[in-house]
C-alpha cells in the first residue's frame, strides 16, 4: 500500500485559498488519490478524486504532477466551516477496503 | 435521509459486556466496511463486507470481534467481553462495487468504563 505523508496542521485565514500538499512517493500505476473531509464527532466525507494532471469540482481542486509522487488539495476561499481534518488516501479503484487512513491535516480557519 | 445510518450514537458499557453495533448502508450499496478510530488518528480498517460476504478482516479485528452482514442489507458489529482499549469511535462506510468513494456513517462511540 502506497504511504501517504501530509502536514500534520496548518493554519488559514478566512477568503484565503489553502493548498495541503501530500507526498505518496511508491504510488502504485493502479492507484487513485482521494481525499475526505472530517468534522469532529463526524465520519469523513469524500472530496475530490483524480488519478493525474487536474480534477476541480464544486469543493475543491487537485493538482497531481505528471510523476504523480504528491497530490495538492487545493480549497479555494476558505470559510469558518472549513476547519476540519483532510485525509489524503490512495489505492486502487474497485476495492475501498484498501483505503488507510493516515493521521490527516487539522485545518484551522480563523477570522 | 438516504445516507448511512449507524445505531446508537453513543453506547457506554461496563469492561466485560458485550455490545452490538448496527449500521445500514446506503440501499443500492452492495460494499459495507467498519472502521474504528480513536481521538487524534485516521479511521482504521476493521473489516470489509461485499453483500452478504465477508471479505477481508483486518489484524485488529481480534476474536473478541466478529461482524455479520445478513442478506446483504444491514450489518453488525458485536465486540465481547470489552476492554477499555476498545473505547473508540467505530464508523460504518458503504460504497457501490468498483468505486473508492466510500460513504461514511456518523459513527457509534464507545466508552468502556
Known amino acids: 500500500l502506497a504511504k501517504t505523508t501530509q502536514p500534520i496542521s496548518m493554519d488559514s485565514y478566512e477568503g484565503q485559498e489553502v493548498n495541503i500538499t501530500c507526498s505518496h512517493n511508491?504510488?502504485?500505476?493502479?492507484?487513485?488519490i482521494t481525499w475526505y473531509q472530517q468534522f469532529p464527532s463526524q465520519g469523513p466525507r469524500f472530496i475530490i478524486q483524480?488519478?493525474?494532471t487536474k480534477v476541480t469540482n464544486e469543493v475543491a481542486s487537485l493538482f497531481i504532477p505528471a510523476d504523480r509522487k504528491s497530490s495538492t488539495l487545493s480549497l479555494p476561499r476558505v470559510s469558518l466551516s472549513d476547519t476540519a481534518v483532510y485525509y489524503c488516501?490512495?489505492?486502487?479503484?474497485?476495492?475501498?477496503?484498501?483505503?488507510?487512513f493516515g493521521t490527516g491535516t487539522r485545518l484551522q480557519v480563523t477570522l | 435521509d438516504t445516507g448511512v445510518s449507524q445505531d446508537p450514537r453513543h453506547k457506554i458499557t461496563k469492561r466485560g459486556q458485550n455490545v452490538t453495533f448496527r449500521c445500514d448502508p446506503i440501499?443500492?450499496?452492495?460494499?459495507l466496511y467498519w472502521y474504528r478510530q480513536t481521538l487524534g488518528q485516521g479511521p482504521e480498517f476493521l473489516t470489509y463486507?461485499?453483500?452478504?460476504?465477508?471479505?477481508?478482516k483486518s489484524r485488529l479485528l481480534s476474536d473478541r470481534f466478529s461482524a455479520e452482514r445478513p442478506k446483504g442489507s444491514f450489518s453488525t458489529l458485536e465486540i465481547q467481553r470489552t476492554e477499555q482499549g476498545d473505547s473508540a469511535m467505530y464508523l460504518c462506510?458503504?460504497?457501490?462495487?468498483?468505486?473508492?468513494?466510500?460513504?461514511f456513517g456518523q459513527g457509534t462511540r464507545l466508552t468502556v468504563v
Open positions: 462506510a458503504s460504497s457501490p462495487q468498483g468505486l473508492t468513494e466510500a460513504f
Open positions: 488516501l490512495v489505492g486502487s479503484t474497485g476495492t475501498a477496503s484498501k483505503l488507510t
Open positions: 483524480g488519478y493525474k
Open positions: 511508491n504510488i502504485a500505476t493502479n492507484d487513485y
Open positions: 463486507f461485499q453483500n452478504e460476504a465477508q471479505l477481508e
Open positions: 440501499s443500492e450499496h452492495n460494499r
